[in-house]
């Protein structure tokens, strides 16, 4: 199964797809948010108002998933997705984050991707036990891939700390 883990910066992923870990907003943050809007240019930022205006006026919710072009990225798409903010997701947390990466593969599938990278939804910011989100994680994607075999996945983490982390919970 074509599932890659791999450390590095998203933003430099040639991928037709790659998931951003956004916030309700859609308007841009720190970490991986930051770091997309900013080597993506403001096509981005334009394209998120126009779907906050158009499909999600008051934001995106936990665990949903939109598309938009990628800018001046080397990806086609970029594809917004917001994970659950640890401590306020009650017990719906792992749900939710396996929601995120599910809604996310979804959305790529519909853009006619064959290729997407990952970055490690919440588990900044958004304060998610790295070893936990990455088996929700690794889980929900090898679940996906069984009904789309062709579907070409990549892990990528910031550090190859985390990488490593990843690789523990999820036994590579
Ligand atoms: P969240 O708010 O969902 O927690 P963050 O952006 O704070 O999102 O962090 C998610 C993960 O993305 C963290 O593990 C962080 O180290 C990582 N990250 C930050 N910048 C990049 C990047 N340019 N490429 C890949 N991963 C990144």
Known sequence: MPIHIKAGDIT?????????????????GGGVDGAIHRAGGPAI???CKEVRRTQYPDGLPTGEAVATT???LPAQYVIHTVGPIWGRCGDRCDELLANAYRNS??????LGCDSVVFPAISTGVYGFPADRAAKIAYKTVKDFLKSHPDMDVTFIFHSDRSRKVFEKATAH
């Open 12 to 28: 430099k992923e040639k991928a037709c797809a790659i998931v951003n870990a956004a916030n309700r907003s859609l308007m841009g």
């Open 45 to 47: 930022l334009a394209a």
């Open 105 to 110: 593969l979804k959305v790529a599938v519909e």
């Open 70 to 72: 990628a800018g001046n």
